[in-house]
């Protein structure tokens, strides 16, 4: 079936170190993104990516990085330079921009202890 | 971006009819008004979404005003599998999620 792949599911790390979290889709689609999801909060946009090899900063990516390599990965390095990094991470893909639907996967739990 | 307000929290009972309000006053005329449901621990996934027809699918309708600057979401009988936060997103840059409407579905 087609849909979004994010792994790990849970993540457990040590301040300091980075972390990559992964992101496939298997649906086609151009658009790519990674939002950060804080409890009770809504959904801030970290990255997003709309062709293979470019992506741009959303409205919080200071402490994060990103690649586009291929058009059906989207990885999210979480660095030592993110003062908070414990949070719900979740990555969405589109066909070709945000004003499509945007299909999203399960979300990774990083938890930094 | 448009701004946009969604109560907090809202109650349903089981079988009954749901109305989600959104007010975004401050929507450009080409914004399309996206709706998004987030089951807990889960990923949104996407629920309807209009410009100024009302629409309807077999998730739910979307009543959108005739000014625009507001909208109802629409869930004909509530389910158990229909307690989620919604979220209004009348963005059309980058779907700015903001906090969303709580719904609790009572049996």
């Known amino acids: 079936d087609g849909g979004i792949t994010q792994s790990p599911k849970y993540l457990f790390r040590k301040e300091g170190q980075n972390v990559t979290l992964s992101c496939e889709q298997n649906?086609?689609?151009?658009?790519m993104y990674w939002y950060r999801q804080d409890p009770g909060q809504g959904l801030r946009l970290i990255y997003y990516?709309?062709?293979?090899?470019?992506?741009q900063k959303g409205d919080i990516a200071e402490g994060y990085s990103v690649s586009r390599e291929k058009k059906e990965s989207f990885p999210l390095t979480v660095t030592s330079a993110q003062k908070n990094p414990t949070a719900f991470y979740l990555c969405?893909?589109?066909?070709?921009?945000?004003?499509?639907?945007?299909?999203f996967g399960e979300g990774s739990r990083l938890t930094v202890l | 971006d448009a701004k946009t307000t969604q109560p907090n929290s809202m109650e349903s009972n089981e079988e009954e009819p749901v109305h989600l309000p959104c007010n975004h006053s401050?929507?450009?005329?080409?914004?399309?008004i996206h709706w998004y449901r987030q089951l807990p621990s889960q990923g949104p996934e996407y629920v309807i979404h209009?410009?100024?027809s009302n629409v309807n699918n077999r998730m739910a309708s979307l009543a959108i005003a005739e000014d625009r600057k507001s909208s109802t979401l629409i869930l004909h009988r509530a389910t158990l599998r229909d307690a989620a936060v919604y979220y209004c997103?009348?963005?059309?840059?980058?779907?700015?999620f903001g906090a969303g409407t709580i719904l609790r579905v009572k049996s």
């Open positions: 990516s709309q062709i293979v090899n470019d992506f």
């Open positions: 209009g410009l100024t």
């Open positions: 649906l086609n689609h151009d658009a």
């Open positions: 997103i009348p963005d059309g840059n980058k779907l700015v």
């Open positions: 401050t929507i450009s005329g080409t914004d399309y």
């Open positions: 969405a893909s589109s066909p070709r921009t945000e004003l499509e639907e945007l299909f």
